[in-house]
């Protein structure tokens, strides 16, 4: 009888319960999907079986890339050897050093009115910098604790692609990757922004720059800021008159390009900043082609960077048209084929945002390939236009479109 009485050791010290043991697996992954981070996701594949089973069907994910590799260093890291599910993963966590981009290559200069990349000599930081990417820089890697399946540079520093890290997960819908910086080298001071949708090739680009940024409108006169646009700045081709003017800085003007924009300088900054904007979009695509192949659920890719200064953006139906249709690729670097390009222009010398910042010399560029603006309704119809940034900067798209347009045109490159 005395063996069918209860332990008293139980009764006062009862097992302890796994609350999480209670939560049904699609309340898991709801909490998995909001963390998204792949280095917070590889953490808590080591917590529990149960949680390493259910890891790799998040949807929502989130890769932060530490650094950009070149071919000769990342050749090795295509030999794959036998592991345990997550084993890149695993070491991904342990972060890294960011290797410095060897900057690369030079743009050469406008025409008047039609473009050829080809044909530009300007030495410029944002250009050089945009060749770099896709010319020395072939990869994206990530930085890691000892590993001898990865590539292993100088310093012992161990890289993961973010194609490898991804390659155990097996139901990504949303994906999100974050360079460490923009590829644009710009000086202190200057806007540089730029939007660009890609299928095969590239559907659409939006640029936004101007020379300076300034926060207090207040501090600076008019007259101060037409006199240092008129030294910088420059007049375009082909205009079209748009009569609903806004968002200008002075009862003069007339939504006119200045005469000084053709003669000092300006345009030819715009166009750089043009083509350094296609460069790295197009560098972008290029190295998404493994990821876009391995991962069919995909509905939405977005890579772009800490800097917020570029994002590339591919829907379903885009990254669809990619695996059925290949891209072209450049033969002078390994980046995605440019066509050739239709493109509207809008300037204002000086541009006040309701919050009281002052854009000098602010400029919007929408860019479509000719073969489409054939097709589709051209560019003048600006909503996608004006809906390509965040705030306070989609208020001076808005603003800039209202002005008169100018139209240019580029060759392929």
């Not at 319960?17 to 963390?35: A, C």
């Not at 930085?143 to 139901?171: I, M, R, Y």
């Not at 910086?181 to 540089?192: F, K, R």
């Not at 705030?391 to 798209?397: F, S």
């Amino acid at each position: 009888m005395s063996s069918l009485r209860a332990d008293p050791t139980s009764r006062i010290f009862p097992e302890p319960i796994d609350h999480f043991d209670r939560l049904p697996d699609s309340i898991l992954l709801l909490v998995f999907n909001r963390i998204g981070d792949v280095k917070a996701l590889g953490r808590c594949c080591v917590v529990s079986r149960r949680f390493h089973s259910l890891v790799p069907q998040v949807e929502n994910v989130v890769v932060r890339v530490d650094c950009v590799i070149s071919d000769d260093e990342s050749s090795s890291s295509t030999s794959e050897k036998s592991r345990s599910p997550f084993s890149n993963l695993f070491r991904f966590v342990f972060g890294g050093i960011v290797k410095p981009l060897q900057a690369l290559g030079q743009l050469l200069g406008p025409k008047r009115t039609h473009f050829n990349p080809t044909n530009v000599n300007h030495n410029n930081n944002a250009a050089t910098a945009a060749n770099a990417f896709c010319a020395a820089a072939s990869s994206l890697s990530v930085g890691s604790g000892g590993d001898d399946d990865a590539d292993v540079d100088q310093a012992g520093v161990t890289h993961h692609s973010p194609t490898q890290v991804l390659k155990n997960f097996n139901e990504i819908r949303f994906l999100r990757i974050e360079l460490p910086s923009g590829e644009l080298g710009i000086d202190d001071g200057v806007l540089l922004k730029w939007r660009a949708d890609f299928g095969s090739t590239l559907d659409n680009c939006v640029i936004l720059g101007a020379a300076s940024v300034i926060n207090n409108a207040n501090s600076i006169t008019k007259s101060s800021i037409l006199q240092e646009n008129g030294a910088a700045d420059v007049s375009c081709v082909n205009t079209n008159n748009n009569n609903n003017i806004n968002g200008s800085g002075g009862g003069d003007d007339n939504g006119s390009i200045p005469e000084s924009f053709y003669t000092n300088g300006g345009l030819k900054l715009r166009v750089v900043w043009t083509i350094s904007s296609l460069i790295a979009a197009s560098a972008r695509h290029y190295l998404l082609q493994p990821i876009i192949a391995e991962h069919k659920t995909l509905d939405s890719l977005v890579l772009t960077d800490a800097d917020g200064q570029g994002v590339l953006c591919m829907n379903r139906e885009q990254l669809e048209e990619l695996r059925v249709k290949p891209l072209s690729a450049s033969s002078a670097s390994k980046r995605t084929l440019v066509p050739a390009l239709n493109m509207r222009l809008w300037y204002a010398p000086h541009l006040e945002l309701p919050d009281g910042v002052v854009l000098k010399g602010a400029t919007l560029v929408a860019i479509r390939p000719s073969e489409q603006s054939a097709l589709k309704k051209e560019v003048s119809d600006c909503s996608w236009v004006a809906s390509a940034f965040e705030e306070p900067y989609g208020t001076a798209a808005k603003m800039l479109v209202k002005r008169r347009t100018y139209c240019l045109e580029m060759n392929s490159f």
